[in-house]
């Protein structure tokens, strides 16, 4: 069965640093699509970044990479230089290959950017 | 601003009350979902409509009860809740059923007391 494990549940991390956030997935299926969302205390989800199965390169957007690893089933998403306001949950997602619209969530790592 | 509102923020409720919850996205997506977000706990998709059609039902008890008038709106009718239902609902659109970019709403928090 398609799941996903962020095995982090909360993360401190110095201001200007760098930041990774583990996110590995479990599907037998070749096609899959890999999501990281951002949960400010606000409360809306709001996508950041996504990686194809089948996409030769690594997704990047801005300060967010994520780092595919197809063979260890691993979508680990890196933010460069963190700023404070990247203190938020973030959530990994993937799309569930037996149906379209079905985005299995992993449980979210919380992560504090300290000044 | 989102591009996805949704109303009510905050809802307080007892359990024999009837209410319903509002989304509302003008980005021109062809699908609309609801999920819920309960405290420690993945987010679990309750309903899925494409073109105001609802494809998806993931064995929702009968007392939430989702309407889409039309592409652009979403409703969750709520009535006899729990108090496990308490959490935070979130309403999300896409541009089709096989959207990469999914939008997502502020949420309403529901508290069944």
């Known amino acids: ?115 | 601003e989102t591009g996805v509102t949704q109303t009510p923020r905050h809802l307080v409720m007892g359990m024999t009350n009837k209410k319903s919850l509002k989304c509302e996205q003008h980005l021109g997506h062809n699908a609309m979902y609801w999920y819920k977000q309960s405290a420690k706990k993945p987010l679990e998709l309750m309903f899925v409509y494409s073109l105001e059609e609802r494809v998806e039902n993931n064995s929702v008890p009968s007392r939430f009860s989702p309407e889409c008038p039309n592409s652009s709106h979403l409703f969750l009718h709520l009535h006899t809740l729990q108090p496990e239902d308490s959490a935070l609902y979130l309403c999300a659109s896409s541009q089709d059923q096989m959207g990469v970019s999914y939008t997502f709403g502020s949420g309403t928090r529901l508290t069944v007391v």
């Open chain 1, 1 to 115: 069965a398609q799941k996903i494990t962020q095995t982090q549940p909360g993360m401190f991390v110095q201001e200007k640093e760098a930041v990774t956030l583990d996110c590995t997935y479990d599907t037998s299926d070749p096609s899959y699509g890999l999501f990281w969302y951002k949960q400010p205390s606000s409360g809306e989800m709001i996508f950041l970044i996504y990686q194809g199965s089948y996409d030769q390169q690594n997704a990047t957007e801005g300060r967010y990479s994520l780092n595919f690893q197809k063979a260890r089933k691993s979508a680990n998403l890196v933010i460069s230089a963190s700023q404070l306001g990247d203190s938020a949950m973030y959530f990994c997602a993937m799309r569930d290959a037996n149906s379209n619209y079905q985005l299995i969530w992993g449980a979210g790592t919380k992560l504090i950017i300290k000044p």
